[in-house]
């Protein structure tokens, strides 16, 4: 053999060995990165999990990531799956999912989103810190709502979308058939730091609401009899909005300290009793209209089309619920349960649980026309 030759053999074994060298290297490397998301452990509002793995050609670099947040309780997950879904199909868009819940739903939440429809979805589940919450809750049984944490988490957008500069917060009972993108470009005028749909103007109301009294002002929702609420010269008359869907401008947001101004207010509450104790049905909602009255801008109201919880849904046209960006079923009756309006629109979205724990309510004589 020449010692050409053996030169050359040599040349190839050395560059074999390099490029096994740093074919290890580069998994010890992607070993590390996977443990350090995952491993991370789960304190306050840290972001507990991640899919990155979504076709290229869906993360494109010259387009605007969207952060969708939105809670998931472990005995409404069904409805936070079927709204991320139907937003999902519906854009071509960037969309980043930042869903909030507590420690035992993380397992249960992740084994659902690896079924194999949701796969291209890129998420991150946050953990709520239910400590933020303390001493700025009323324990009251009249008022379920006070004791489901994650119906806070809105309050505290930019600790959960730390490096974004807008963000789009949406209920887990909503499904959305227009591209979020629409809603995401809303546009807020200077100094707002939020944009929601206000309940007299908006077409759901106009279309299925007569005679609903203070049910949709300011009086429906605040104890006008208390001083410190009188001396905030807020008119009892003023319309009222809903916060279960709605665009933030984060930076606006922290600059004006709207998560303190929230907390301050339920605080009061607690201390005086500040919310109406005969129409409000949320216990979101007081502290919300305090700090944005007349603060905030507005969204189509075809964005927030809701009621379809409450029997007033039933008053929808077929032609009406299809126009529909934003489907909202809020109140009592749930898409998942036996009696809401429309849930056949809802149920095209939902995706069946891969572990069995969640399952659909539904009544006997729809589930036996079904073959």
């Known amino acids: 053999m020449s010692f050409?030759?053996?030169?050359?053999?040599?040349?190839?074994?050395?560059?074999?060995?390099?490029?096994l060298v740093l074919h290890h290297n580069f998994l010890g490397l992607s070993s590390l990165l996977r443990n350090e998301v995952s491993e991370s452990g789960i304190v306050g509002f840290q972001p507990i999990d991640f899919v990155p793995n979504v076709p290229r050609q869906a993360v494109d670099g010259r387009r605007e990531e969207i952060p969708v947040v939105i809670a998931a309780s472990e005995d409404r997950l069904g409805g936070a799956i079927a709204a991320i879904n139907?937003?999902?199909?519906?854009?071509?868009?960037?969309?980043?999912?930042?869903?909030?819940?507590?420690?035992?739903?993380?397992?249960?939440?992740?084994s659902w989103l690896s079924s194999s429809t949701l796969k291209t979805i890129r998420?991150?589940?946050?953990?709520f810190d239910t400590k933020r919450l303390e001493g700025k809750v009323k324990e009251d049984p009249d008022q379920g709502e006070s004791i489901k944490p994650l119906t806070f988490a809105r309050f505290y957008l930019p600790v959960l979308v730390p490096s974004a500069?807008?963000?789009?917060?949406?209920?887990?009972d909503v499904i959305v058939q227009g591209d979020i993108l629409a809603l995401y470009n809303t546009p807020l005028k200077p100094g707002h730091a939020a944009a929601f749909s206000e309940d007299c103007d908006s077409a759901s109301t106009k279309a299925v609401i007569r005679g609903a009294g203070?049910?949709?002002?300011?009086?429906?929702?605040?104890?006008?009899?208390?001083?410190?609420?009188?001396?905030?010269?807020?008119?009892?008359?003023?319309?009222?909005?809903?916060?279960?869907?709605?665009?933030?401008?984060l930076t606006e947001w922290k600059k004006q300290n709207i998560t303190n101004q929230l907390e301050k207010?339920?605080?009061?509450?607690?201390?005086?009793?500040l919310y109406s104790r005969t129409l409000a049905g949320s216990t979101t909602t007081?502290?919300?209209?305090?700090?944005?009255?007349q603060q905030h801008s507005t969204i189509d109201p075809m964005w927030n089309v809701?009621?379809?919880?409450?029997?007033?849904?039933?008053?929808?046209s077929p032609q009406f619920v299809k126009a529909a960006k934003l489907l909202h079923w809020n109140g009592h009756f749930k898409p998942w349960g036996r009696t809401a309006s429309y849930s056949d629109v809802w149920e095209k979205w939902y995706i069946p649980d891969p572990t069995g724990k969640f399952s659909l309510i539904r009544r006997h004589m729809e589930i036996s026309n079904v073959k």
């Not at 006008?224 to 905030?232: N, V």
């Not at 809701?306 to 039933?314: N, Q, V, Y």
């Open 4 to 19: 050409r030759k053996v030169n050359i053999i040599i040349l190839v074994l050395a560059v074999a060995l390099f490029l």
């Open 86 to 110: 139907s937003i999902q199909h519906n854009t071509r868009s960037s969309v980043m999912f930042y869903i909030v819940t507590l420690n035992g739903t993380a397992d249960h939440l992740r």
């Open 123 to 127: 998420y991150k589940i946050v953990n």
């Open 165 to 172: 500069k807008k963000a789009i917060y949406v209920d887990d």
């Open 214 to 249: 203070n049910q949709y002002n300011y009086i429906g929702y605040l104890d006008y009899k208390k001083e410190r609420i009188r001396k905030l010269s807020m008119k009892a008359s003023t319309c009222s909005f809903n916060p279960g869907v709605f665009v933030a401008n």
């Open 265 to 273: 207010w339920m605080k009061l509450n607690v201390e005086e009793g």
């Open 286 to 293: 007081p502290p919300l209209l305090i700090v944005f009255y």
């Open 306 to 316: 809701r009621h379809l919880g409450s029997s007033a849904g039933k008053r929808y």
